[in-house]
């Protein structure tokens, strides 16, 4: 038996050993440079139903000390007082509008549909799309900027600080930090334009508006709903550089209130991500299975039998998690559920694929897609 586990201890050492060579390569996003272009700036946030988060977000935008911005915020058929309290937390503010968002066109989804109308209003020589989850630190834009102009890049994203609001949906939400460390090789997703190489978040995507226009917006991903990372491809795919950066420092996203909202929200685009393969889904089951789930029963056996080497596996996939959340800002309490969060990846990665392949819709905020 020693000989297996000797195998998994390995294994585990491996996947640790690539996690932190991985996390090299994350682009840092760097401090402003007095030599760095001062573009005007659109910051651009589709809305529907976001009446819990529109004071905080108003808030944290009117703190931003960059001179030369504008913010457009889309109502898209809010169903809830976002228009109301949009309009009374912007008042007379000259840098905001709020604009009424037109009826969903058939084949289109609602947030790339939102994002594409506010880029038609949007005057800005860089574009910055944020989720009204989203919250940014003052200096936001100029770091925004100077990270493009250091690097060249058409496109930039990254993967937010999550705040804590739900404790049950950390486990999930943080976990989209360790899958692109686990999982993506980051020196050639940010070193090539090869778009099968890449990952983003819709939380936070910022464009020159002549990659935006380039590529064609968000209407050439008009149904996509894994937007961010379609938008992703296709900006590499017009031979613009895209650059995925640890934004963890000065962007904090609040993005599900409960469990359940986090588990109807990965269920909506996890099978989607993996280009609905079915492989590549089964691989990924057995892989959290064995390496982050097993090592539990493992390590309570080795308590009953006293057989310390048993619990070496579990102490190197939490220190995998510790590392990823360390670099991320995430609470490293959280780390310590790793098995839990592993086990709720496989429940929602088996709902996403049953929902694909029985053919039914995936429900979002009162909108269905197939």
């Not at 960059?66 to 058929?77: G, K, N």
């Not at 996890?270 to 079915?278: A, C, P």
């Not at 493992?298 to 006293?306: E, K, M, R």
Request: charged share 15%; net charge neutral; aromatic share 12%.
């Amino acid at each position: 038996m020693s000989i297996y586990i000797l195998g998994f201890i390995g294994l585990q050492t491996i996947a640790l050993l690539w996690i932190l060579f991985n996390s090299a390569f994350i682009k840092p996003f760097v401090i402003s440079e007095s030599s760095t272009p001062k573009p005007f700036v659109s910051v651009l946030i589709p809305m529907r139903n976001e009446e819990r988060n529109i004071e905080e977000l108003i808030h944290s935008l009117q703190t931003l000390s960059y001179s030369s911005f504008e913010c457009i915020l889309l109502d898209d058929q809010s169903s809830d007082q976002t228009r109301l309290l949009t309009e009374r937390a912007i008042q007379n503010d000259p840098r905001f509008s709020l604009i009424e968002g037109q009826p969903l066109p058939e084949g289109w989804n609602g947030k790339v549909h939102g994002c594409h109308q506010l880029s038609q209003f949007a005057e800005g020589d860089l574009l910055l799309f944020i989720d009204a989850d989203v919250r940014l630190a003052p200096d936001t834009i100029e770091r925004t900027i100077s990270t493009m102009a250091k690097h060249d890049a058409g496109m930039i994203s990254g993967f937010p600080h999550y705040g804590d609001r739900s404790h049950l949906s950390q486990l999930l939400v943080t976990l989209q930090h360790f899958v692109v460390y686990a999982h993506l090789p980051t020196i050639i997703a940010n070193k090539t334009k090869l778009p099968s190489f890449t990952a983003a978040c819709g939380g936070f995507i910022a464009f020159t508006k002549e990659a935006y226009e380039s590529i064609g917006g968000h209407a050439s991903v008009h149904s996509s709903l894994l937007e961010d990372v379609h938008l992703a491809r296709v900006t590499k795919k017009n031979g613009f550089k895209m650059l995925l950066v640890n934004i963890s420092s000065h962007v904090t996203c609040y993005m599900y209130e409960s469990i359940q909202e986090a588990i109807e929200g990965f269920t909506k685009n996890i099978f989607i991500g993996i280009n609905k393969s079915k492989v590549i889904a089964f691989f990924l089951i057995c892989w959290y299975t064995l390496m982050y789930i097993v090592p539990t029963p493992l390590f309570v056996y080795s308590i009953w039998s006293g057989n310390s080497m048993l619990s070496l596996p579990l102490l190197i996939s939490i220190a995998q998690k510790v590392w990823v959340d360390y670099k991320n800002g995430t609470l490293l309490r959280y780390s310590l559920f790793m098995p839990l969060s592993a086990l709720l990846f496989v429940f929602v990665l088996a709902r996403s694929m049953y929902t694909s392949i029985t053919g039914k819709a995936y429900t979002w905020k009162g909108r269905s897609y197939s």
